[in-house]
T-cell receptor, first 112, second 114 residues
Framework: ELKVEQNPLFLSMQEGKNYTIYCNYS?????LYWYRQDPGKSLESLFV?????AVKQEGRLMASLDTKARLSTLHITAAVHDLSATYFC????????????FGKGTLLTVNP | KAGVTQTPRYLIKTRGQQVTLSCSPI?????VSWYQQTPGQGLQFLFE???????NKGNFPGRFSGRQFSNSRSEMNVSTLELGDSALYLC?????????????FGQGTRLTVV
């Protein structure tokens, strides 16, 4: 059974600081996704990582994937309050397709 | 381009009743997946439909069922509701082809069972 673990589950940080959220998964996978969820809202797709060594950046967020280590990271640079949300990573085993297994999410709070 | 539309947005039902939720995918998308989100269990996969066929199913009891119509719209049904079925139900649509796998989520239906 595929398991996805995120850490930390709660992250409180100051504006302007950097931090990394980690996502480990238990079995080989071809695809890893990062989503953002604001309170009471749906999931917003941030990144889709498709291959080993993939790195994608959007604004203050950068995601990377190491398939050999079964690890993805979401790095936050110079955090701002608007980044406060819950971040989920999700893994698709690939061959089974369209059956995402999610981590428990990281609740990020950026304080002024 | 219209996004994924879920109706209704909110529902309150009584234990033992049944409920039907609807999801209209993005135009051109043929795959619809359903997820249940609760504070305790997080996001869990229910099932996925592609071209009116269920391709994948999660570990949920038979009370949870779904279907997809020829226009790719999907419905999810829960029978004999239990208190533990209270959750945010999200559907996601994608093109459904092997190399194009990004899924876009709807706003969700928040179901409360009393």
């Amino acid at each position: 059974e595929l398991k996805v673990e995120q850490n930390p589950l709660f992250l409180s940080m100051q504006e302007g600081k950097n931090y990394t959220i980690y996502c480990n998964y238990s079995t080989t996978s071809d695809r890893l996704y990062w989503y953002r969820q604001d309170p009471g809202k749906s999931l917003e797709s941030l990144f889709v990582l498709l291959s080993n060594g993939a790195v994608k950046q959007e604004g203050r967020l950068m995601a990377s994937l190491d398939t050999k280590a079964r690890l993805s990271t979401l790095h936050i640079t110079a955090a701002v309050h608007d980044l406060s949300a819950t971040y989920f990573c999700a893994v698709d085993k690939g061959r089974s397709n369209y059956k995402l297994t999610f981590g428990k999410g990281t609740l990020l709070t950026v304080n002024p | 381009k219209a996004g994924v539309t879920q109706t209704p947005r909110y529902l309150i039902k009584t234990r033992g009743q049944q409920v039907t939720l609807s999801c209209s995918p993005i135009s051109g998308h043929r795959s619809v997946s359903w997820y249940q989100q609760t504070p305790g269990q997080g996001l869990q996969f229910l099932f996925e439909y592609f071209s009116e066929t269920q391709r994948n199913k999660g570990n949920f009891p038979g009370r949870f069922s779904g279907r997809q119509f020829s226009n790719s719209r999907s419905e999810m049904n829960v029978s004999t509701l239990e208190l533990g079925d209270s959750a945010l139900y999200l559907c996601a649509s994608s093109v459904g082809q092997l190399m194009n796998t990004e899924a876009f989520f709807g706003q969700g239906t928040r179901l409360t069972v009393v």
